[in-house]
């Protein structure tokens, strides 16, 4: 429970109709009780930090000055959105966040009636505050409307779109600019720039969404709590499109933040009063530093290679190789649509773009992996981060579904490395390939397989047999490999790496078929349209019958929580892996059990 003598103020709002009873002048003061429970909370449960920290003042007066949720209040993102979830009646459970079975990490409408829109990517917010409003216009309802969108995520195609839309339109609009010069990572781009001009005494900004037909206030400070009050009274009660651009400082009220901001955009728990401390490297890299040191290697043997990011250098490992490759490193801002499309233009002209993107984040540019990459066979390379399963980020994040919505597509070359060293070797196989290729590893670590320092290149579609065995066959893709390896030794079974999940080891796999009773495959994708669904589609084509059992994750969005949680709920830790062979296929169990094999083959 809340320290009511270190937080008279906060302790007494559980909605924003709590925080409405106070006097205006009293606000500053509950600002700063809400940043101090801020730092309080998030140091000791970890989360998302910095962008959260430089909003407290424009929250507590958004809710103050609208009368939400009658009212609709629209974040963008959801990085910056604890503070809002303290004062609409979650303030007790804040330290829950990302945790299993807690509060989401983004705004969530199955969560509270404040969260008037689910979010987890950037540059939604106008187009969902937009359409809301439409709605209740067509039904004389005069409620207000209002999205609060980062200079960052402005940067998207999609905030533009809604930006063009709403202009011309008299819906009942609001939209508030957080402009603090930051994504994760620093903004790129002409629209940073421009923003930057505000403080030159040249009405650039204003000029720019006037001219889309918005009424533009600001900029003013977002940390002046009365000032915001006073402006936002006045636009409350205005008609048609308006944008109100505010400043504010990402971290803001801690010192640390505010000095580190990338380092503090989301942290692991730590001492407020010493900060951040680096912890000792494990020594093992992880798939981004694979990728990245790969990168850099690469980029050194072919002067064509470009690396391409939709704002995304820290996570998916490009520091490196934008440090010493500057004239090759490319940062789109939050752009995936056009990341892919440019990639497909630079590959015209005979470069070598390799996209780093995070599952998630490429399915906003599918189209464009369609119809600009694999349509033309285009030779650009899609190094995928954060593929299966991400954990405490939850639903939003999970990178559930690449292998689905890539294999379907005509001249794809797809791989899932298994450990840190097949994760370079497919990563130069995909670079190496006149075409579309795509290679999907997990977030963080592997098993510790050693790195090998050369560019050696896989024989395209060949799958790895690990062990030999009887009557089942283990087929596993990627990351599921080293829980594989413990249930074939278990059950005698046969195991493979199936390296490619397109194209398939066909030759493999009809031999396989025709010395075992059944299979079972093994993937962090979800079933429906997966790796699995390509074996049984291969065997079917070729008219062969054979008792199949697939495991990836299941038709449902799954929650947050940590990624070992995630596994166990989806069926794909060790025991649930053990359960799910034994239903199906109960011959098989005595190896589970101790027992003596059963006489009689599986049924087909």
């Not at 939400?68 to 004062?87: A, F, S």
């Not at 603090?180 to 969404?209: C, H, Q, W, Y």
């Not at 450990?419 to 670079?431: A, H, K, P, W, Y």
Request: aromatic share 6%; with cysteine; hydrophobic share 40%.
């Amino acid at each position: 429970m809340i320290d009511l003598s270190r937080y008279p103020h906060l302790a007494a709002i559980q909605t924003p109709d709590d925080l409405r009873r106070f006097p205006a002048d009293r606000l500053t003061a509950i600002a700063d009780e809400l940043r101090g429970y801020l730092i309080e909370a998030v140091a000791s449960s970890g989360g998302h930090f910095g962008a959260g920290l430089g909003v407290v003042e424009l929250t507590v007066a958004l809710h103050y000055v609208l009368d939400t949720p009658h009212d609709r209040l629209i974040w963008d993102v959801g990085h910056q959105c604890y503070p809002h979830k303290i004062l609409t009646g979650r303030r007790d459970r804040i330290t829950s966040i990302k945790k299993k079975g807690g509060l989401a990490p983004f705004p969530r409408r199955e969560e509270s009636e404040y969260d008037a829109f689910g979010v987890g990517h950037s540059s939604t917010s106008i187009s969902a505050a937009l359409g809301m409003a439409i709605a209740a216009q067509r039904k004389g309802d005069a409620r207000k409307f209002v999205a609060v969108i980062g200079d960052g995520a402005m940067t998207a195609g999609m905030a533009f779109e809604a930006l063009d839309h709403a202009g011309d339109l008299s819906a009942n609009l609001l939209v508030v600019l957080n402009d603090n010069g930051m994504s994760i990572s620093e903004n790129v781009g002409g629209l940073a720039k421009r923003l930057e001009k505000r403080g030159d005494g040249v009405a650039v900004p204003s000029t720019m969404f006037e001219e889309l037909g918005f009424d533009y206030s600001g900029p003013i400070d977002g940390h002046d709590v009365p000032k915001l009050l006073e402006v936002l009274r006045t636009l409350k009660d205005a008609r048609g499109p308006q944008l109100l651009h505010v400043i504010t400082t990402k971290g803001k009220g801690y010192a640390p933040a505010e000095r580190a901001q990338i380092e503090y955009h989301a942290v692991s728990p730590f001492d407020p009063n010493a900060g951040v401390v680096k912890k000792a490297g494990t020594g093992k890299p992880t798939y981004s530093d694979v990728f990245g040191d790969w990168l850099c290697d690469m980029a050194a043997a072919d002067e064509r290679l470009f690396g391409i990011t939709p704002a995304m250098r820290e996570g998916s490992g490009l520091v490196r190789f934008s440090q010493e490759y500057p004239d090759r490193y490319i940062d789109v801002a939050i752009a995936e649509p056009h990341a892919v499309t440019l990639a497909a233009g630079m590959a015209c002209e005979g470069a070598k773009p390799v996209v780093a993107i995070y599952s998630t984040f490429l399915q906003r540019a599918y189209d464009q992996a369609i119809h600009d990459v694999a349509l033309q066979n285009l030779d650009v390379t899609f190094a995928i981060d954060r593929a299966g399963i991400v954990g405490p980020d939850g639903a939003t994040h999970a990178g559930s579904f690449d292998l689905s919505f890539l294999r379907c597509l005509p001249n794809m070359l797809i791989m899932a490395p298994a450990d840190e060293d097949e994760c370079r070797s497919m990563l130069t196989t995909g670079f190496l390939h006149p075409g579309p290729a795509a290679i999907r590893y997990p977030r963080g670590g592997g098993p510790g397989a050693a790195v090998r320092s050369t560019l050696d290149a896989l024989p395209i579609g060949q799958a790895e047999v690990r062990r030999r065995g009887h009557r089942l066959a283990l087929l596993s893709f990627g990351a599921m490999l080293a829980t594989a390896e413990e249930i074939a030794e278990e059950i005698d079974a046969t195991l493979v790496n199936m390296r490619f999940v397109k194209p398939l080891d066909e030759t493999l796999l009809l031999e396989l078929a025709t010395r075992h009773d059944a299979f079972v495959t093994l993937e962090d994708n979800a079933i429906a349209g997966g790796a699995g669904s390509a074996v049984a589609e291969c065997l079917a084509a070729h008219g062969m019958s054979v008792p199949m059992l697939l495991l990836g994750l299941p038709d449902v969005y799954l929650e947050h929580g940590s990624r070992d949680e995630v596994l166990s709920e989806a069926g794909l830790d060790l025991a649930g892996i053990r359960k799910a062979i034994e239903a199906r296929f109960p011959q098989v169990t005595h190896a589970f059990r101790g027992k003596e094999p059963a006489p009689d083959s599986i049924g087909r």
